[in-house]
């Protein structure tokens, strides 16, 4: 194969899906056709895919029912449709990972999720340039005073992108008395930033954090601590986590592990309750769900905080979780 044929063969890809995005973006109409495929492929999508197979049928169903039905006739714009799709899924399953979009951007990248001749090092590159931009979640880092430790988070970052942040972090705070995680406006993220944040905490003996059952492979997988980390351990000092109703998916997975092993007191209000994990697919034309496709299974409770939350040990009004959480750590270092 010469260099002309190397050429057309990594170049017809890419044409092929910009094209292909050029025509979905060109639709004039939502007709009821259209409609019915977008219902079609999302309830395919759900049966195959959904964690749980019993409410995935009850939500393709419930989809289909609705639109033999009429209630979608008189929508005339694409993200009107994804939301209404959205909130009836929703009325079904009470999952709050599950989503439709209408994204004509996203569903791009999703169908060419690495650019054409693309490297390793170059995509990874590419994905830290993005996180880097939020300081892989790590927000406020302080030391207050009394020598009690704060760390705001309002994401977790992968620990292939953020984990030198990350341990940065915690030798800022390694010599305070108690430490305070603000998770009170936290969209989720990666477990293994949690399991990184976590094993800082207790010594290097394994303790097992998570379990989580997927789906598609029918196995379940654990996370533990890590028998090292960089620099020091805090294993025996109070910790506080900060919560709100806007802390949700892996915020909550912190909150709820340390709670159950009772290593840190949760201070403010009950979380968002989304504990299923998944992805996000292009369903049909530039229409997006995103799926659940597994679970959190604490190895404590042998459940999650799906539907109902993290339920604070302490419950007060969020905004004022911190000065408490805050007298809770001046009480707990004069003992």
């Known amino acids: 194969?010469?260099?002309?044929?190397r050429m057309k063969c990594m170049l017809f890809p890419l044409l092929l899906s910009i094209a292909s995005m050029a025509a979905y973006s060109q639709e004039e109409q939502l007709t009821d056709t259209?409609?019915?495929?977008?219902?079609?492929s999302i309830a395919f999508q759900l049966k195959?895919?959904?964690?749980?197979?019993?409410?995935?049928?009850?939500?393709?169903?419930?989809?289909?029912?609705?639109?033999?039905?009429?209630?979608?006739?008189?929508?005339?714009?694409?993200?009107?449709?994804a939301d209404s799709l959205k909130s009836h899924l929703y009325m079904i399953s009470k999952d709050k990972h599950v989503g439709v979009s209408y994204d004509e951007k996203k569903a791009y990248q999703l169908r060419t999720p690495m650019k054409v001749g693309e490297t390793y090092d170059e995509k990874f590159?590419?994905?830290?340039?993005?996180?880097?931009?939020?300081?892989?979640?790590?927000?406020?880092?302080?030391?207050?005073?009394?020598?009690?430790?704060?760390?705001?988070?309002?994401?977790f970052a992968p620990t292939m992108y953020g984990g030198k942040t990350a341990a940065s972090a915690m030798q800022f705070v390694s010599n305070t008395d108690a430490l305070i995680f603000d998770l009170r406006v936290n969209f989720g993220g990666d477990p293994t930033m949690i399991q990184l944040l976590i094993s800082y905490l207790?010594?290097?003996?394994?303790?097992?954090?998570?379990?989580?059952?997927?789906?598609?492979?029918?196995?379940?997988?654990?996370?533990?601590?890590?028998?090292?980390?960089?620099?020091?351990?805090?294993?025996?000092?109070?910790?506080?986590?900060?919560?709100?109703?806007?802390?949700i998916s892996a915020g909550e997975e912190f909150a709820y592990n340390l709670k159950n092993l009772k290593r840190a007191a949760i201070v403010g209000e009950t979380t968002a309750g989304a504990a299923n994990f998944g992805e996000?697919?292009?369903?049909?034309?530039?229409?997006?769900?995103?799926?659940?496709?597994?679970?959190?299974?604490?190895?404590?409770?042998?459940?999650n905080w799906e539907a109902t939350g993290v339920k604070p040990t302490i419950n007060v009004k969020s905004k004022d979780a911190l000065?408490?959480?805050?007298?809770?750590?001046?009480?707990?270092?004069?003992?």
């Open 34 to 40: 259209y409609k019915k495929e977008v219902i079609d």
């Open 125 to 155: 590159k590419r994905v830290n340039a993005r996180v880097r931009k939020s300081n892989y979640g790590f927000e406020e880092l302080k030391i207050m005073e009394n020598n009690v430790g704060y760390i705001k988070l309002t994401g």
């Open 280 to 303: 996000e697919i292009v369903a049909t034309g530039n229409f997006i769900i995103w799926i659940p496709t597994g679970r959190a299974v604490n190895p404590i409770t042998q459940t």
């Open 1 to 5: 194969m010469n260099n002309n044929q």
């Open 202 to 247: 207790y010594a290097d003996e394994p303790v097992h954090l998570n379990n989580f059952y997927h789906r598609e492979e029918d196995r379940t997988t654990q996370s533990w601590t890590l028998p090292f980390v960089p620099g020091k351990r805090m294993p025996d000092i109070p910790v506080y986590v900060l919560t709100s109703n806007k802390t």
């Open 48 to 81: 195959d895919k959904y964690v749980f197979p019993d409410a995935a049928d009850l939500m393709a169903e419930e989809l289909l029912d609705r639109y033999k039905k009429g209630h979608y006739d008189n929508i005339k714009d694409k993200t009107t449709f």
């Open 323 to 335: 000065d408490i959480a805050y007298q809770m750590a001046l009480k707990a270092i004069k003992k």
